[in-house]
């Protein structure tokens, strides 16, 4: 049996990690690399093993960095069966269909800055919306938490609940080849008491464990805070006469406001006049998708559903897939709550929204994902006082509250106990810096641990 690492090794990106046992080739996720330089090389170079070589995908969700070189597989020759939660397939659908339509859209730009006889491999997309389809093609098993699925000969593969996004999973393989050995894989990890998912599983025990160590290093604050803040930072807008601008992720944090946003009108917290705009056709989309998987939904809010009752319901809501309807939102100079994309201001119809509001002082812009170095949302929280949005100097007046409780992922005490229920004597660490892996390993005792390279192997 062997284990090879082929992506987020040492980094938080492009997760790809390959299984072999009995003959069998067994990849779990095959993600795209994100930010900073370079990436386009990284995600166009060789993976590490040959890709019709493999017979069977798992794929622990549907975010991009877990999913998004899949087109790529199939385009290189994949021709086996990919495995996933009927969550994880219909958000995937959406997430690599965005991304093909990017990498069409770089590739024409690239190519119109380029001389017409240089129209080579460069130009290129690193697949096509054919590729994507292609893709969900390959899609066979729905997995449901907890069921174990035979794996031709090598095992058994089980997704449990990770608590992370919408159909999301950490995977055991049980595997068998002379001997037995189970092998599980994190996936990402929850962050506990979240709105609308419930808590990641207790894991199994196994004899080895990958584990992503994205916070591994630092603890969150609880989210009851800053979901005050939250609304605290709407009625202090509506009561200066401005608007609520909010860069949002289109995946899982749009739903959540949207749920938060439903219980503050329930609770008598924000009034029922509020109007709030989800200007973003992904978020939308992905929407629809929460509202067709109760069975990936707490409880509490999966009852709701099957009541006929909407969690992701607000009065004065307004889905704007149109870019005209989009457009119609600037005439709006107050009482507004606006989402849009892009999550950190890098692209999308957010910017027009900042462009119309953060050079007003009655307008907030209220930032609840993380801003990665070197965006616009990053330079906007550090505190620029003019920013440059399609080549205009927009000065920044509006309140910008930055809310950091509504992390996705696992604090490094949650992380560590999922680990301890594991008990495993054998510890890979990915997903994650380099730095934090360090103060994570720091952490574990009575266990054998490994930071691996990218394109490191290990005989299990
Ligand atoms: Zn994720």
Redo the contacts with the bound molecule.
């Keep these: 049996m062997k284990l090879s690492f082929h992506g987020a090794d040492r980094d938080v990106t492009g997760s790809c990690h390959l299984v072999e046992c009995a003959g069998r080739r067994i990849l779990i996720d095959c993600g795209l690399f994100q930010g900073g330089r370079e990436i386009d090389e990284e995600n166009a170079a060789p993976f590490g093993f040959d890709a019709a070589a493999i017979d069977v995908v798992l794929l622990t969700?549907a975010?991009l960095?877990?999913c998004g070189r899949l087109p790529l597989l199939v385009k290189r020759g994949f021709k086996g069966e990919i495995i996933a939660t009927g969550a994880t397939h219909d958000l995937a659908r959406l997430v690599m269909l965005d991304s093909a339509h990017l990498q069409e859209e770089d590739a024409s730009h690239r190519s119109r800055r380029t001389s017409p006889q240089a129209a080579n491999d460069d130009a290129a997309p690193l697949y096509t919306a054919r590729d994507a389809l292609d893709s969900l093609e390959r899609f066979g098993r729905t997995a449901v938490y907890g069921e174990p699925l035979a794996l031709g000969g090598a095992g058994h593969a089980t997704f449990i609940d990770a608590g992370?996004?919408l159909g999301?999973a950490s995977i055991l393989l049980e595997l068998e080849e002379g001997r037995r050995l189970t092998l599980l894989f994190s996936g990402?990890i929850g962050n506990a008491g979240r709105p609308l998912l419930r808590s990641p599983a207790i894991p199994p025990h196994a004899d080895v464990v990958v584990i992503e160590t994205t916070y591994g290093d630092r603890l969150h604050k609880p989210i009851g805070p800053s979901i005050d803040e939250f609304y605290g930072a709407v009625t202090d807008t509506f009561r200066r006469g401005g608007n609520v601008v909010i860069p949002t992720f289109a995946l899982e944090r749009a739903q959540e406001l949207l749920f938060i946003l439903h219980q503050a009108v329930e609770q008598g917290r924000l009034p029922k006049t509020i109007q709030v705009f989800l200007d973003s056709p992904m978020a939308i989309s992905a929407t629809d998708v929460f509202r067709q998987h109760p069975e990936g939904l707490d409880a509490a809010t999966a009852k709701l559903i099957r009541d006929g009752g909407d969690p992701l319901a607000v009065p004065g809501l307004h889905f704007t897939r149109d870019i005209a309807q989009s457009i119609a939102i600037n005439t709006i100079k107050s009482g507004a709550i606006i989402m849009a994309g892009a999550g950190m201001c890098t692209g999308g119809r957010i910017r027009h929204h900042l462009k119309h509001n953060l050079s007003r002082e009655a307008s907030s812009i209220v930032f609840v994902g993380y801003q990665a170095d070197g965006t616009l949302g990053r330079q906007i929280v550090e505190g620029a006082r003019t920013v440059r949005i399609f080549g205009d100097d927009i000065a920044v007046h509006a309140h910008i509250h930055t809310i950091n409780g509504f992390s996705?992922h696992a604090d490094q005490a949650e992380l560590l106990a999922w680990h301890q229920h594991t008990g495993a004597p054998r510890t890979f660490l990915t997903h994650g810096e380099a730095g934090t892996m360090e103060k994570f390993a720091a952490r574990l005792s009575g266990t054998r641990v490994e930071m691996p390279a990218l394109g490191q192997g290990f005989e299990l």
């Design positions: 969700h975010h960095d877990h992370h996004i999301s990402d996705a």
